[in-house]
């Protein structure tokens, strides 16, 4: 229905606009036609231009009608905002094959264990959670705003923190969703991993939070190509048949739990991904700017609010308007008033 009065006001402008232009046209020939002496002239030619002017402020008044009612403009201001209601919760693989080697020198474990640290003091004086997984999920870290207890639990992150087999990524999204999300409250869930899921519901566990609100981002860990795994004694993984394992990133299937929960999927090994996880945190918080992730103290942010720009194009419109009619009305000269003020003497 709004899109029917959009097209409707920019029809009826158009067609104003065609009939004011061939108005005005011919209004410029008047002196001519009428014989006008030169001062006479000068004062008609001083009034057409008034009547030109109040034309095109009758159409901008309508233009920017039309843009308020899209809804299509948008502005922003930048207000301090407490972020306690932000709830950002790790969900780690711990697995054994999180210790395989990405680049020679660390670990998918401990690069994951990097882009938490920068993640987490980008968003200090927010609630910050750690889940870790392997067959089952524990809470290192329950909700806390303090970042140096969640520092000091991120440091227990390895695959010693659990005891089970396996590498269940359902079990630690539903782990990070035990706790209800209170109201007013937004809750992110990082999920890091290298996509060897053994649980099989993952997909499930990922739909079943995003219909809960919270939102989701995925950051794949591992290369394409696959590696043997140890454990974290340096011991060969060895499969149930007695062949020692090896695992690649399975990039697939965290794309595809990505797709399921309308989510972000960030591969750790693509340039600037680090930069992307920024990107994707703060988008996926409401208001929040990227460039002013680190609050004041920890404690305070400056939020970017975007609102619709329809009231202040309203004012616009109103003062384009008021504009038009005072330039559209025909006030008399000097000389007219007094032949006025004579020709009433006269009676």
């Given amino acids: 229905m709004k899109s029917l009065s959009i097209m409707a006001i920019l029809a009826g402008t158009s067609l104003f606009m065609l009939f004011e232009l061939r108005f005005l046209i011919r209004l410029t020939r008047a002196p001519e036609v009428l014989g006008l002496p030169y001062h006479k002239a000068m004062a008609w030619k001083k009034h057409f231009f008034k009547l030109l002017l109040a034309g095109i402020f009758s159409v901008l008044f309508w233009i920017v009608t039309a843009i308020g009612m899209s809804g299509s403009v948008k502005t922003s201001r930048y207000i301090s905002r407490d972020m306690a209601g932000r709830e950002l ?23 994951a264990v990097d882009y938490i640290r920068a993640m987490a003091a980008a968003m200090n004086g927010s609630s910050l959670s750690l889940v870790v997984f392997k067959g089952k999920a524990v809470s290192l870290c329950p909700f806390t705003n303090s970042f140096d207890a969640f520092e000091e639990a991120l440091l227990w992150a390895d695959p010693k923190a659990v005891s089970s087999a ?8 539903s782990e990070a969703m035990r706790t209800d999300i209170a109201p007013g409250t937004q809750r992110l869930l990082v999920v890091l991993s290298d996509g060897n899921d053994t649980g099989g519901k993952t997909r499930l566990e990922a739909e079943k939070a995003k219909k809960a609100g919270a939102k989701l981002v995925f950051i794949g860990f591992g290369s394409m190509e696959s590696v043997p795994v140890f454990d974290s004694m340096q011991r060969a993984v060895l499969s149930r048949s007695g062949k020692q394992v090896f695992t690649a990133q399975d990039s697939a299937s965290i794309q595809l739990w990505a797709d399921a929960s309308r989510s ?17 945190l703060a988008d996926s918080f409401e208001g929040l700017d990227v460039s002013v992730l680190n609050g004041k103290n920890g404690v305070k942010a400056n939020i970017r609010v975007e609102h619709d720009a329809g009231e202040t194009l309203a004012l616009f419109a109103m003062l384009f308007m008021a504009l038009a009619f005072v330039l559209s009305v025909q006030t008399p000269s000097k000389a007219a008033k007094k032949t006025h003020a004579k020709a009433i003497r006269h009676e």
């Fill in 264 to 280: 972000p999927y960030l591969d750790s090994a693509a340039p600037g991904s680090l930069a992307l996880a920024m990107d994707a």
């Fill in 166 to 173: 396996g590498s269940n990524v359902g079990a630690g999204i």
């Fill in 89 to 111: 919760v790790f969900v780690l693989d711990v697995s054994n094959s999180m210790l395989s080697p990405v680049d020679g020198s660390s670990s998918r474990l401990q690069k």
